[in-house]
């Protein structure tokens, strides 16, 4: 898996902010940014990543350049968890 990326697609529309259970997805300078180190792409919490769920524009596409595996995301979910 890799974590996601929000594309030029991106019509700043909301949707994702609300339901991404680590609030890792802000806007900077206008753009909408996904954290990546706070992305466990819903691992943790959902089956599937809450912001492509809702995303109307079909804009939050996999990064190819930033692969994590199942593992490291669990573990980066426990981190959070602990630091909460
Ligand atoms: Fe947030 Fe989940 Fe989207 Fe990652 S995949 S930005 S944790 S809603």
Known sequence: MA???ITDDC???DACIEPCPNDA????EGLYII????????VGHHEDPQCVEVCP?????PDPDNE???EE???KY???QSAA
Do not use: M, W
């Open 3 to 5: 974590l996601l990326v």
């Open 11 to 13: 019509t700043d529309c």
């Open 25 to 28: 997805i802000s806007i900077i």
């Open 35 to 42: 954290n990546k180190d706070l992305c466990t792409e819903c």
């Open 57 to 61: 524009s079909d804009c939050i596409l």
């Open 68 to 70: 994590e595996t199942p």
């Open 73 to 75: 995301l669990q573990a």
């Open 78 to 80: 426990e981190s959070l």
